[in-house]
């Protein structure tokens, strides 16, 4: 209740602006075995209205995807860092804050879950091919959320396994049993487990996907 957001009878309209940069060297996009996928960004929200809410976001984040064994078995690594910065007198709105859980990050816990100015997050997977089209995997998800980006730490963590469905380029499902501090979650995706949703095209820009 305390929130400065809650003070206003309506949000503020924004002007967003970003500039980003992304090397990719994946084999296949949707289905990658061998290759990596890096991106910095650094966005501007400013508040049209108040200028209460006016904040710089920078962004680094890193994809590396190792074949063994004739690519039999795939160690998939994920790191990612989100930082906040405003001026004195400034707040970002928690609408617009970093969100760390759900079934892209913090596997172990519910979607959104976790929120705050700054956030880190590190993925470890291994996929071992069982059939053609189908691997198991076991994956480790550790991160957490700050206000400020020094307290930033590991300590959120969650583990768990999983099975994949998918062609030579393509993941068309996926299955994964996670468990975190809040318990056991169960998964059912489409979507590769480490598919940024960030480098996709829209019309309008999202605040921020997990």
Do not use: C
């Amino acid at each position: 209740p305390g929130d400065i957001v809650f003070a206003l009878p309506d949000q503020p309209s924004f002007l967003h602006s970003q500039a980003s940069v992304t090397t990719d060297t994946r084999d296949f996009a949707g289905h990658p075995t061998r290759g990596g996928l890096y991106r910095a960004a650094v966005a501007r929200f400013t508040d049209r209205d108040t200028g209460i809410f006016s904040f710089k976001r920078y962004e680094v984040e890193g994809a590396q995807f190792i074949p063994v064994a004739g690519s039999r078995v795939v160690f998939a690594l994920h790191g990612w860092a989100v930082a906040s910065d405003s001026n004195a007198g400034q707040h970002v709105p928690f609408y617009l804050q970093p969100s760390l859980g759900g079934h892209n990050s913090l596997r172990g816990y519910a979607d959104y879950r976790f929120h705050d100015r700054n956030m880190l997050l590190v993925n470890a997977e291994a996929r071992i091919a069982m059939m053609t089209h189908v691997d198991a995997a076991v994956f480790w998800d550790a991160g957490n959320v700050a206000a400020q980006f020094g307290d930033l730490n590991l300590d959120k963590r969650s583990w768990g396994a999983g099975f994949r469905i998918h062609s030579r380029r393509q993941t068309y499902a996926r299955i994964d049993m996670a468990r975190g501090d809040e318990g056991w979650r169960f998964m059912f995706r489409l979507t590769d487990p480490l598919n940024l949703n960030r480098l996709m095209r829209r019309t309008a820009p999202v605040p921020f996907v997990p």
